[in-house]
T-cell receptor, first 114, second 112 residues
Framework: DAGITQSPRHKVTETGTPVTLRCHQT?????MYWYRQDPGHGLRLIHY???????DKGEVSDGYSVSRSKTEDFLLTLESATSSQTSVYFC?????????????FGPGTRLTVL | DQQVKQNSPSLSVQEGRISILNCDYT??????FLWYKKYPAEGPTFLIS?????DKNEDGRFTVFLNKSAKHLSLHIVPSQPGDSAVYFC???????????FGTGTSLTVIP
């Protein structure tokens, strides 16, 4: 499972409040990703990181920011949560080994914005 | 615009038979393609990947076929088992930005 943990695993919050989700990995992977999964949309990339303090936007980045101050931690922040951000959020890492590309996911965080 | 498409939302197969899951893509610059299995309340689990320079990759009961001219890939599971019942996602990797693009998933049910 590439040593990926996410916290919290579940969160209920109110519209307008800030929320931070944490992704932690133990194997020094360079690339980390945040996705959201919604019915009918599969997994959509929010932001990704290619190193400490190096991040870039994905397909659905509006309303989200990220930070990566250490290799092992990638934080996703909703500055002012909205009901449209109710979703399941997954963190992932990728690694390349012997011309094989792999991507591993964390267990997910279920966020409900009331 | 969806760059990776899985046009079948669901598939039912008898135990022991072959399951074939399909995926289409639009960007000829994708360099890797991946398949994942996902159970409810869990993260996706990596199954198998294939480089764009190959047309087949096999791992146990799972085989992925890539047809670049048709921009189509498929995952074959033989023989299918009830434990294979899950949602299957295909994904494509772009070397530009090292991003992955996912299909919307196919729910496979293997009937005992």
């Amino acid at each position: 499972d590439a040593g990926i943990t996410q916290s919290p695993r579940h969160k209920v919050t109110e519209t307008g409040t800030p929320v931070t989700l944490r992704c932690h990995q133990t194997e020094n992977h360079r690339y980390m990703y945040w996705y959201r999964q919604d019915p009918g949309h599969g997994l959509r990339l929010i932001h990704y990181s290619y190193g400490v303090k190096d991040t870039d936007k994905g397909e659905v980045s509006d309303g989200y920011s990220v930070s990566r101050s250490k290799t092992e931690d990638f934080l996703l922040t909703l500055e002012s949560a909205t009901s449209s951000q109710t979703s399941v959020y997954f963190c992932a890492i990728s690694e390349r080994s012997s011309s094989v590309l792999l991507e591993f996911f964390g267990p997910g965080t279920r966020l409900t914005v009331l | 615009d969806q760059q990776v498409k899985q046009n079948s939302p669901s598939l039912s197969v008898q135990e022991g038979r072959i399951s074939i899951l399909n995926c289409d893509y639009t960007n000829s610059m994708f360099d890797y393609f991946l398949w994942y299995k996902k159970y409810p309340a869990e993260g996706p689990t990596f199954l198998i990947s294939i480089s764009s320079i190959k047309d087949k990759n096999e791992d146990g009961r799972f085989t992925v076929f890539l047809n670049k001219s048709a921009k189509h890939l498929s995952l074959h599971i033989v023989p299918s088992q009830p434990g294979d019942s899950a949602v299957y996602f295909c994904a494509a990797h772009s070397n530009t930005g090292n991003q992955f693009y996912f299909g919307t998933g196919t729910s496979l049910t293997v009937i005992p």
